[in-house]
């Protein structure tokens, strides 16, 4: 499976962004996918997943939302209220739902396939 992540871009404080990920792959909708983002000179961290059902970050829970469209092949991140620490790379990751099913979530390691990043700055 090929992952392209886009949508990234410059956003205000209190403002939003809608980043897709689009799957290759017809059959994508039997993949779970994740959200990730990286701070420059910090750790990746895990933003949101899906599956049969959706988990977050604290630290995004009631901002961000994430969505499928199967007809599509693409997940989605709605981000909301942006504030400045939202600001990183954003990479979306998939791994085959049968897997791990929804446990391992915001373990990197667990995700087969990664797209190739799109940047969020949100200016204060």
């Known amino acids: 499976v090929q992952l392209q992540a886009f949508g990234g871009g410059l956003a205000q404080a209190g403002g939003s962004l809608r980043l897709s990920c689009a799957a290759s792959?017809?059959?994508?909708?039997?993949?779970?996918v994740g959200w990730f983002r990286q701070a420059p000179g910090k750790g990746r961290e895990f933003v949101a997943f899906?599956?049969?059902?959706?988990y977050y970050a604290d630290s995004v829970k009631g901002r961000f939302t994430i969505s499928r469209d199967s007809a599509k092949n693409t997940v989605y991140l709605q981000m909301n209220s942006l504030k400045s620490e939202d600001t990183a790379v954003y990479y979306c990751?998939?791994?085959?739902?049968?897997?791990?099913?929804?446990?391992?979530?915001?373990?990197?390691?667990?995700?087969?396939?990664w797209g190739q990043g799109t940047e969020v700055t949100v200016s204060s």
């Open positions: 990751a998939a791994r085959a739902a049968a897997r791990y099913g929804s446990t391992r979530v915001a373990d990197t390691r667990s995700y087969n396939y």
């Open positions: 792959e017809r059959s994508s909708s039997s993949y779970a």
């Open positions: 899906i599956i049969w059902n959706t």
